[in-house]
């Protein structure tokens, strides 16, 4: 087992093989509470010696073990039961991934439940993956068979640590698939907390394994190891860009869910209470730390200044507290780093537009790394804080004139994950749905996510998608068999 608690920082291990182990390099990295800025975990710093030996694992149950004879009703029984522990000790769960976040609690409640209802899901699509006869003109039967692609390394980024993780993982073990995941260096607990059930649900040794360790070490050489055959990577896009360049030399398969600069579009016509509430959620939830963040909010010209000033009084009344506090809506940024990398942003927002609120640290907290939710209005399209992803509380209100002027706004950027669009006229709602360049589209709603419905990015916000029938696909081959139905000689002679 995980060593547990040794007092009040945890030290944990990592998964390899079936076993829990320390790195090669006995070297730990320690793992901060954003809100309070103390260490709570230590964990294995892992480096490449590590990984080998998790690829080593991993390539043995896929090719050998028991895996490779596994049949989609065990693999899918394996799942069920992995669901049930992670629902049993769902509280616990979340308790950590909102400590090591700093996510409000009543959210990381909602990503335990998403993480084990994503595992249901694959559990069930386990024994639904179909193959196809095909209708070839010869005296032959050819069928395509679905086989799962081999050894697949999961990349994850620490906004959702668990979900991410688990968006991967469900579909690839469902698939046939076995698994190294490297969660993110600042935000790995919950992942190794999941470790802890492996055995008793029935997982075979090497199956899923998990290594801690930094992403330039231990990315790196998941990357750039042969026997990897495909990489699924969450994260930002400069990162993405460089997995796409290592994973070229060993041709791998790659998934990439990048980052995301997303329009939430605001008619005159919509519901203007709901919209208010609808601009907040959409870039503030999360403290802003979302993928799919409405971080470019687009209001038609005639509501524009009474919408960003009742924005701006409803703004200034979100809750900022104690992650573990029920009534917190928005906890400290993950790290320092983050923290920093926001606080920059806001600094270069002040020259670049106007600000109604926010524009610093939260002053009331003497420790962690909390930051006030700020709104730019009378924003350019052009400027940074409109193009690039900030991946915090900051949010930018761009104003246009027509339904034209909002699509040509909305599509001016080279991320395309996700947008949103309010408005009572369901030909204008749907006009709008159909210009966006972007792989998700809310009406009159912004960030509910289904594992039912396929998530991804359109242009330079990644490729691949994750969830439902797609997430499956994603972790398999296709194999053509032609069977020969004609006794007659081939007559090639
Ligand atoms: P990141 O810095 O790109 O890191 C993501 C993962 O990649 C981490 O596990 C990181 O490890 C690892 N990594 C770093 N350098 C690497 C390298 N050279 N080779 C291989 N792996 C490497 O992203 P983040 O800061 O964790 O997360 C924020 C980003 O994720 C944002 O851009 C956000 O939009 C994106 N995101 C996208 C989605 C989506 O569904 N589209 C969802 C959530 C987040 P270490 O952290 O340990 O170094
Ligand atoms: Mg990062």
């Not at 042969?226 to 055959?229: F, G, I, M, S």
């Not at 992803?389 to 509380?393: K, M």
């Given at each position: 087992m995980p060593s547990g608690v040794k007092s009040e920082v945890r030290s944990y291990q990592m998964y390899i093989n079936g076993e829990w182990v320390d790195s090669a390099s006995n070297k730990t990295t320690a793992v901060i509470?954003?809100?309070?800025?103390?260490?709570i975990a230590q964990v294995p710093a892992g480096n490449v010696e590590d990984v080998n030996r998790a690829v080593a694992a991993a390539r043995a149950a896929f090719d050998t073990g028991p895996w490779a004879a596994s049949t989609p009703q065990e693999r899918g029984r394996i799942l069920f039961r992995l669901s049930e522990k992670i629902r049993e000790n769902a509280a616990h769960l979340a308790e950590i991934e909102s400590r090591n976040c700093g996510k409000p609690i009543v959210e990381a409640e909602y990503d335990i439940n998403d993480a084990a209802t994503c595992f249901e899901y694959y559990a069930g699509m386990a024994t639904k993956v179909l193959g196809t006869v095909n209708p070839v003109p010869d005296n032959a039967v050819s069928l395509t068979m679905k086989e799962p692609m081999g050894v697949a390394a999961m990349i994850t980024p620490w906004n959702y640590p668990l979900l991410m993780a688990t968006w991967k993982m469900a579909p690839a073990l469902a698939a046939g698939c076995t698994c190294i995941l490297k969660p993110p260096g600042v935000t790995p607990l919950t992942a190794l907390e999941l470790t802890k059930w492996l055995p008793e649900v029935g997982l075979p040794p090497g199956v899923l394994n998990v290594v801690t360790g930094s992403g330039s070490v231990c990315g790196t050489a998941l990357v750039r190891h042969?026997?990897?055959?495909k990489i699924a990577f969450t994260g930002s896009n400069s990162v993405g860009k460089g997995i796409i360049k290592e994973a070229a030399d060993t041709l791998k398969r790659v998934t990439m869910e990048l980052g995301g600069k997303s329009p939430n579009i605001f008619f005159a016509d919509a519901d203007f209470e709901n919209a208010i509430d609808g601009a907040l959620f959409g870039v503030f939830i999360n403290q802003g730390e979302?993928?799919?963040?409405?971080s470019r909010i687009l209001v038609e010209r005639s509501i524009y200044k009474k919408f960003v000033e009742a924005m701006t009084e409803k703004a200034k009344t979100i809750r900022l507290g104690p992650p573990l506090e029920r009534e917190t809506k928005m906890g400290p940024m993950v790290s320092q780093d983050q923290y920093d990398t926001v606080r920059a942003y806001q600094e270069l927002g002040k020259k670049e537009a106007k600000m109604s609120t926010g524009g610093g640290r939260a002053a009331k907290f003497a420790k962690g790394y909390y930051i006030e939710p700020t709104i730019f209005y009378d924003?350019?399209?052009?400027a940074r804080i409109s193009q690039e992803?900030?991946?915090?509380?900051v949010a930018v209100v761009i104003p246009f004139d027509d339904e034209k002027d909002a699509i040509r706004i909305a599509n001016d950027t080279p991320f395309g994950l996700a947008g949103a669009v309010w408005t009572r006229d369901l030909f204008k709602a749907f006009r709008t749905v159909k210009a966006l360049r972007a792989g998700i589209i809310w009406v009159n709603h912004m960030q509910p996510t289904y594992v039912e419905a396929p998530w991804g990015g359109y242009k330079q916000s990644g490729y691949g998608r994750e969830l439902g029938p797609w997430g499956i696909e994603e972790y398999l081959e296709s194999k053509q068999v032609h069977i020969n139905l004609n006794e007659q000689p081939i007559g090639w002679y």
């Open positions: 509470d954003p809100s309070t800025e103390e260490v042969p026997d990897v055959n979302v993928c799919s963040a409405g924003v350019d399209n052009s992803e900030i991946f915090g509380p």
